[in-house]
T-cell receptor
Framework: KAGVTQTPRYLIKTRGQQVTLSCSPI?????VSWYQQTPGQGLQFLFE???????NKGNFPGRFSGRQFSNSRSEMNVSTLELGDSALYLC????????????FGQGTRLTVV | AQSVTQPDIHITVSEGASLELRCNYS??????LFWYVQSPGQGLQLLLK??????LVQGIKGFEAEFKRSQSSFNLRKPSVHWSDAAEYFC?????????????FGQGTELSVKP
């Protein structure tokens, strides 16, 4: 069974631009969560989607948004990029809305210049 | 507030030596606990998990962890470290809020292995 797939793996963007990251969960999994990883703040929860609905959101500004499609694939969008948004963005897949065990993708490395 | 503390930022052990990585959590209810490993530039791989039952859990790659409720700890151990174990290790607690679930991670412990 294929794992969690994140695309692209690497991105370089300019301050002020916007970016969209994609995540395809494990086949049959319905919950997708996003995490930001930086050297200073570590791993922080961004949001979780289940059945196309955002169920939980972390403490991030409104520039960070996401959505989930009917096939459970998810996208994350960051608008008006800032240098501090440079990070590894990780997507995690869970089988159901009540499972807590999460499986992670390889991440998208975003660099803002 | 829910939190996870990994007291050791960096640990160096010799190949073949035993390893123990410390993790302390703060969580009001019965915790769901995890250890993940991350190689440079890669995602997180689940090593093991604790939900309930036997407090000593076995994971992949020869790792085990022991849940001690009285100490709010979930320490990771390996009897004999291999050079390929060099990586960053994260302890996490699963938390439910707003009808959704999330993982709360510790800051990580970087493991170096000396030949």
């Amino acid at each position: 069974k294929a794992g969690v797939t994140q695309t692209p793996r690497y991105l370089i963007k300019t301050r002020g631009q916007q970016v969209t990251l994609s995540c395809s969960p494990i086949s049959g999994h319905r919950s997708v969560s996003w995490y930001q990883q930086t050297p200073g703040q570590g791993l922080q929860f961004l949001f979780e989607y289940f059945s196309e609905t955002q169920r939980n959101k972390g403490n991030f500004p409104g520039r960070f948004s996401g959505r989930q499609f009917s096939n459970s694939r998810s996208e994350m969008n960051v608008s008006t990029l800032e240098l501090g948004d440079s990070a590894l963005y990780l997507c995690a897949s869970r089988a159901t809305g009540t499972d807590i065990e999460a499986f992670f993708g390889q991440g998208t490395r975003l660099t803002v210049v | 507030a829910q939190s996870v503390t990994q007291p050791d930022i960096h640990i160096t052990v010799s190949e073949g030596a035993s390893l123990e990585l410390r993790c302390n959590y703060s969580y009001g209810a019965t915790p769901y606990l995890f250890w993940y490993v991350q190689s440079p530039g890669q995602g997180l791989q689940l090593l093991l998990k604790y939900f309930s039952g036997d407090t000593l859990v076995q994971g992949i790659k020869g790792f085990e962890a022991e849940f001690k409720r009285s100490q709010s700890s979930f320490n990771l151990r390996k009897p004999s470290v291999h050079w390929s174990d060099a990586a960053e290790y994260f302890c996490a607690v699963g938390a439910w809020e707003n009808q959704g679930g999330k993982l709360i991670f510790g800051q990580g412990t970087e493991l170096s292995v000396k030949p």
